[in-house]
């Protein structure tokens, strides 16, 4: 895996470069300290993936990332801060597959960052190359007897790598008035969430909001908030901070368990695209207590983990494209 590291900081270039050349059959071969540099390196090669800082002189990570999405197919990850959230919310809109925030003691990494650091760089998917082209596609689920709701009381929804767009996606359309809570769980540190929530509700007519602690549940969309688990019981929502479920919080398997014990066949569980296992443990609850579950297909993932899982699992009735998710979730909130 060969990866372009763009960032004006000579420092944090190194700590990156330091780290990445610790993990197997990776090497960093170009580097840039601003994105004109870096535009002018990919007319050259392309790698399999750019780290890229978000603010810098000359040409920020914005500007430079809008000009690659437009020419290049390569995964982009952004190095953010957090007093650059919107900025980063913004960038994962416009197409970049994930986000690392920046330590806040780079001269004391800790080692929860390395670990997410290095998964995130091994879970996005390599440049097509003829093999992977011949990949064997993955066998479709077989019939299930259970049918789709006729009356649906909530949505539950979980998403890591690529959520974001995804997620503004299958939102925006929303009609102003829902028939049921849409609960979502994204894999997304402290502090982004807030200003994520922020953008759903700005992109959509539905009201969208960070979830609170106690709060009561109405027929809109929530947003779990980064570093807490979301759950759902006797009409309400519940933080809390329990360990860690394949290494994230939030995890959605909280949700979707919770969910299940709470709404039992009148719920719609929904995974999307994103790295790892999370999900589907969740899903095979819901399904236990007479829920439907659907899952992203591989074609509109970024990343087909989740997904993956939960399919050859066993514990999804429905796959389909994130345009054909889109369309399913407004016919259920009308």
Same mark, same amino acid.
């Given at each position: 895996?060969? #990866?372009?590291?763009?960032?004006?900081?000579?420092?944090?270039?190194?700590?990156?470069?330091?780290?990445?050349?610790?993990?197997?059959?990776?090497?960093?071969?170009?580097?840039?300290?601003?994105?004109? @540099?870096?535009?002018?390196?990919?007319? /050259?090669?392309?790698?399999?993936?750019?780290?890229?800082?978000?603010?810098?002189?000359?040409?920020?990570?914005?500007?430079?990332?809008?000009? #690659?999405?437009?020419?290049?197919?390569?995964?982009?990850?952004?190095?953010?801060?957090?007093?650059?959230?919107?900025?980063? #919310?913004? !960038?994962?809109?416009?197409?970049?597959?994930?986000?690392?925030?920046?330590?806040?003691?780079?001269?004391?990494?800790?080692?929860?960052?390395?670990?997410?650091?290095?998964?995130?760089?091994?879970?996005? *998917?390599?440049?097509?190359?003829?093999?992977?082209?011949?990949?064997?596609?993955?066998?479709?689920?077989?019939?299930?007897?259970?049918?789709?709701?006729?009356?649906?009381?909530?949505?539950?929804?979980?998403?890591?790598?690529?959520? *974001?767009?995804?997620?503004?996606?299958?939102?925006?359309?929303?009609?102003?008035?829902?028939?049921?809570?849409?609960?979502?769980?994204?894999?997304?540190?402290?502090?982004?969430?807030?200003?994520? !929530? %922020?953008?759903?509700?700005?992109?959509?007519?539905?009201?969208?909001?960070?979830?609170?602690?106690?709060?009561?549940?109405?027929? @809109?969309?929530?947003?779990?908030?980064?570093?807490?688990?979301?759950?759902?019981?006797?009409?309400?929502?519940?933080?809390?901070? /329990?360990?860690?479920?394949?290494?994230?919080?939030?995890?959605?398997?909280?949700?979707?368990?919770?969910?299940?014990? !709470?709404?039992?066949?009148?719920?719609?569980?929904?995974?999307?695209?994103?790295?790892?296992?999370?999900?589907?443990?969740?899903?095979?609850?819901?399904?236990?207590?007479?829920?439907?579950?659907?899952? %992203?297909?591989?074609?509109?993932?970024?990343?087909?983990?989740?997904?993956?899982?939960?399919?050859?699992?066993?514990?999804?009735?429905?796959?389909?494209?994130?345009?054909?998710?889109?369309?399913?979730?407004?016919?259920?909130?009308?």
């Amino acid at each position: 895996m060969d #990866i372009l590291v763009v960032d004006d900081s000579a420092f944090m270039r190194k700590i990156v470069i330091d780290l990445l050349e610790k993990m197997p059959n990776v090497q960093v071969s170009k580097v840039a300290r601003n994105g004109k @540099q870096a535009l002018a390196l990919l007319e /050259e090669y392309q790698p399999d993936i750019v780290l890229l800082d978000v603010e810098m002189p000359i040409l920020n990570g914005l500007d430079t990332l809008k000009v #690659i999405k437009e020419k290049y197919d390569i995964p982009v990850i952004m190095l953010s801060a957090l007093t650059n959230k919107e900025v980063t #919310i913004e !960038a994962l809109n416009l197409g970049a597959a994930d986000f690392v925030e920046k330590p806040t003691n780079i001269k004391e990494i800790q080692d929860d960052w390395i670990r997410e650091f290095y998964w995130k760089i091994k879970s996005l *998917p390599k440049r097509q190359t003829a093999a992977t082209k011949k990949e064997t596609p993955l066998m479709p689920i077989a019939p299930k007897n259970i049918q789709f709701p006729s009356k649906i009381k909530a949505v539950v929804i979980g998403a890591s790598t690529g959520g *974001p767009k995804s997620l503004l996606k299958v939102i925006q359309d929303l009609p102003s008035t829902l028939k049921m809570p849409i609960l979502i769980v994204q894999h997304m540190p402290k502090g982004f969430t807030a200003s994520f !929530a %922020q953008r759903l509700n700005e992109e959509s007519k539905a009201t969208v909001k960070e979830a609170e602690d106690g709060e009561l549940l109405t027929n @809109q969309v929530y947003l779990c908030p980064g570093d807490y688990h979301m759950t759902v019981k006797d009409g309400r929502i519940w933080l809390n901070q /329990e360990e860690k479920i394949h290494g994230t919080r939030p995890a959605v398997d909280y949700l979707f368990k919770s969910a299940a014990k !709470a709404y039992g066949k009148e719920l719609v569980g929904i995974l999307m695209t994103g790295m790892g296992k999370d999900g589907a443990a969740g899903m095979k609850q819901i399904q236990l207590h007479g829920g439907y579950n659907i899952a %992203q297909d591989k074609e509109s993932c970024i990343v087909f983990g989740m997904p993956k899982h939960a399919i050859e699992a066993g514990v999804v009735e429905e796959i389909l494209s994130l345009e054909a998710i889109e369309m399913k979730l407004k016919q259920m909130v009308r």
